[in-house]
């Protein structure tokens, strides 16, 4: 053994010091080498996202901010969000945090879903908090379109701590937004005079408040959290050439307690969850509901067992839950209480061990692999049963080279609330009338279908990612996806005649034949497929050199491309296949195209996002094109936020021991400017003759259109 250098201990120190304020890389001072990192997750990350990458994202909390990596990346499911390496009782109570209280955010590659218990397919995102932080912050925000006639303000407040993995938080919200009439657009009031007195956007107020408490006991996490919402809305919506007022409002209260640790070898997370809410709309139709819902959850794994390959892991989860509810519409009162049980169990089976560095490959080295079974082993509702089985299989040949292949196979009953929601009205909408060439304003009505079946799905998914490569952490991704179902669960596919034909009692008309209603809740549709193409490709551009300070900017750019190869629908028994790639029930686009930009640089920060999306056709008559199709045109929609710190954060200098110093987090008043919509797009659509498609003016389909928001953060 080599003798240690003479400052070595004053090295480990500074090694300490730089692991317990940074974000816990691998530190080399002087011959020592720090290779343990806290928080680390049971396999190397695909990606990762620095504090100033964080930053650059411009979020005010750090659910946000994983909306806006899963746009980048292209998820097209919630990730599951473990912390500091670990699956928690609740990665909800650290949502709200200031994404500065993270160190680092890891993506992932697909077989991680396994090892944590998770259906493949979804992303696994580890969040990597700082063992010490504090803060007191608020925001402000002003929102208006341009084209006026509506305001929105939002005021939010929050305290946040973390010591030594003990955290709490508590913050308010508060938002309100006034109504938008009719009146207050004139072209959309000149081609929908009927609208008269009308609400294109219902006035709306609400309150939120939550708290939540981690501590830790010994090798166990306790946690704590609750959460509070009051909201009320009003409109004036017109049926039967009559003005009606609605009026509704929400209370919700959610209370969920628990904790996470080790027992003999397993890793456990149990949590006992309750919900009530009381909810009313008053106006065509007079209806009140009150919910309550409590539930037990407990999830563990632990290794088996030892392979060639690397260990043997085995997850196991299970839910009982009670619903008990109480619905009363127009004076007829229903109770009802359903019990639920769901139990799950997969096995991750390593195949091929890659070699891990340091160690020398043998003759043959085919890199990593891991196969992942999982299924529900018993699902029971009040609406009957349930089950399905899945299968995932990875291989990763070299580093930076990822194929994932998963299988699953699952039915499913419909939930209580699919089946016995009770109905309500939702917003007024435009929609295009085929059977009168005309469009029209309706009220669409939601709520539970009693006489829904469960649904058969089938799934199949296969991708092939690479990289980071150069400097410019360069990585790119191509996948494959199929759906199948039989009996599936969804809402009407499109508002044609073959669809009126199929579901008469869904449509209401009055004696001129004039569309004023559609009946939008869930339906059965016999059998549907789709099969999509997507790729996507992300980097980072380095900056260096001369710039004083290359902590002080980032950049980072992704291109999302979606290619829908196929979707079809059967409705019933005895109707024609729905080709939607064609128009049938209903068109969609073949092509979709989205890009994100993050940068930052000293006290700025820039996001922008674009999406596009190409023309397509919805048929007028299944199976043919003609002159009464609609033919909506290409959309292209550019978001853009501006972000300017006010007051410069005091600087931070390095400690004497040497270690590096931290980049400065956003401590001062921050300005944002914000511009939804930033060409003021609207969709656009014709006639397969050529006309101009009624519905489709400058305000029918979106009557805000472009939005300007001011945002003022401060932290006291």
Do not use: C
């Amino acid at each position: 053994m080599s003798a240690l250098p003479a400052d070595a201990p004053q090295a480990a120190a500074a090694a300490s010091a730089a692991v317990e304020e940074g974000d816990d890389a691998a530190v080399r001072l002087s011959g020592v080498e720090v290779q343990a990192r806290r928080g680390a997750a049971k396999t190397p990350p695909e990606t990762e996202l620095s504090p100033d990458d964080i930053e650059a994202l411009g979020a005010y909390d750090i659910s946000e901010a994983l909306d806006r990596i899963s746009s980048a990346y292209g998820m097209t499911d919630p990730p599951v969000v473990i912390v500091n390496g670990r699956r928690v009782q609740n990665a909800g109570d650290y949502m709200t945090f200031p994404p500065d209280a993270l160190s680092r955010v890891e993506l992932l590659p697909e077989q991680a879903a396994g090892l944590y218990g998770a259906d493949p397919g979804r992303r696994v995102v580890n969040i990597v908090l700082k063992r010490n932080f504090q803060s007191r912050d608020g925001q402000l925000a002003d929102a208006r379109p341009t084209a006026g006639g509506r305001t929105s303000q939002m005021a939010d407040v929050r305290r946040s701590a973390i010591a030594n993995g003990n955290t709490s938080q508590l913050g308010v919200r508060l938002s309100s937004d006034t109504s938008l009439r009719a009146d207050e657009r004139p072209d959309y009031l000149r081609d929908n005079p009927q609208a008269q007195g009308a609400t294109l956007r219902p006035e709306s107020t609400s309150v939120t408040a939550n708290m939540s408490v981690n501590r830790r006991f010994g090798e166990w996490q306790g946690a704590f959290s609750a959460s509070a919402r009051a909201q009320s809305d009003q409109s004036i919506s017109r049926r039967d050439d009559t003005l009606a007022r609605l009026r509704g409002q929400q209370r919700g209260v959610t209370v969920s307690a628990g904790g996470n640790g080790e027992i003999k070898g397993w890793s456990v997370r149990v949590g006992l969850d309750g919900q009530a809410s009381r909810g009313s709309q008053e106006g065509l139709t007079d209806r009140k509901t009150d919910n309550r819902t409590i539930a037990l959850n407990l999830s563990a794994d632990r290794p088996l067992l030892d392979l060639p390959a690397g260990r043997l892991t085995m997850d196991l989860s299970g839910r009982v839950s009670r619903t008990s509810s109480t619905s009363a519409v127009d004076g007829t009162s229903t109770e009802r209480t359903a019990d639920t049980a769901d139990m799950r169990g997969g096995l991750t089976i390593p195949l091929l061990r890659a070699p891990q560095p340091g160690e020398e490959a043998g003759r043959v080295n085919l890199g990593g692999a891991s196969l992942n079974l999982s299924g529900n082993l018993r699902r029971q509702t009040g609406s009957g049963g349930g089950g399905g089985l899945t299968g995932a299989l990875s291989w990763s040949p070299v580093k930076q080279l990822r194929l994932n292949g998963s299988w699953s196979r699952t039915y499913d009953a419909p939930s209580d609330q699919q089946l016995f929601d009770a109905p309500y009205y939702g917003d007024p909408i435009v929609v295009f009338d085929f059977a009168t060439g005309q469009s029209v304003e309706i009220l669409p009505m939601y709520g539970g279908n009693p006489n829904l079946k469960g649904q058969t799905s089938e799934r199949f998914a296969l991708s092939l990612s690479a990289g980071p490569f150069t400097p410019w952490r360069l990585a790119g991704n191509i996948n494959y996806r199929t759906s199948d179902s039989r009996d599936g669960v969804s809402s009407l596919p499109g508002v044609t005649p073959a669809v009126e034909a199929a579901f008469p009692e869904r449509f209401q008309r009055d004696a001129d034949g004039r569309l004023t209603g559609i009946d939008q809740r869930s339906i059965n549709l016999l059998s549907s497929r789709s099969e999509v193409l997507a790729s996507g490709v992300n980097f980072n551009v380095p900056f260096g050199g001369k710039t004083p300070s290359p902590s002080a900017a980032s950049l980072r750019a992704s291109l999302n491309h979606t290619l829908q190869l196929k979707k079809t629908t059967t409705i019933r028994a005895g109707y024609p296949v729905m080709d939607h790639l064609a128009g049938d029930g209903g068109g969609t686009a073949h092509n979709e195209f989205s890009a994100t930009l993050d940068a930052r640089r000293d006290k700025w920060t820039l996001n922008a996002s674009a999406r596009w999306r190409q023309a397509y056709r919805t048929r007028r008559d299944t199976g043919v094109d003609g002159q009464s199709d609609l033919r909506v045109s290409d959309f292209t929609r550019i978001d853009l936020k501006l972000g300017y710190m006010l007051a410069t954060p005091a600087s931070r200098q390095p400690p004497s021991t040497g270690a590096a110093a931290t980049t400065p987090r956003a401590s001062g008043l921050r300005l944002g400017l914000e511009i939804e919509n930033l060409l003021d797009a609207r969709l656009r659509a014709r006639l397969g003759d050529g006309r101009p498609a009624p519905g489709y003016g400058r305000y029918d389909q979106d009557a805000i259109g472009r939005v300007i928001r001011v945002t003022l953060r401060g932290r006291f």
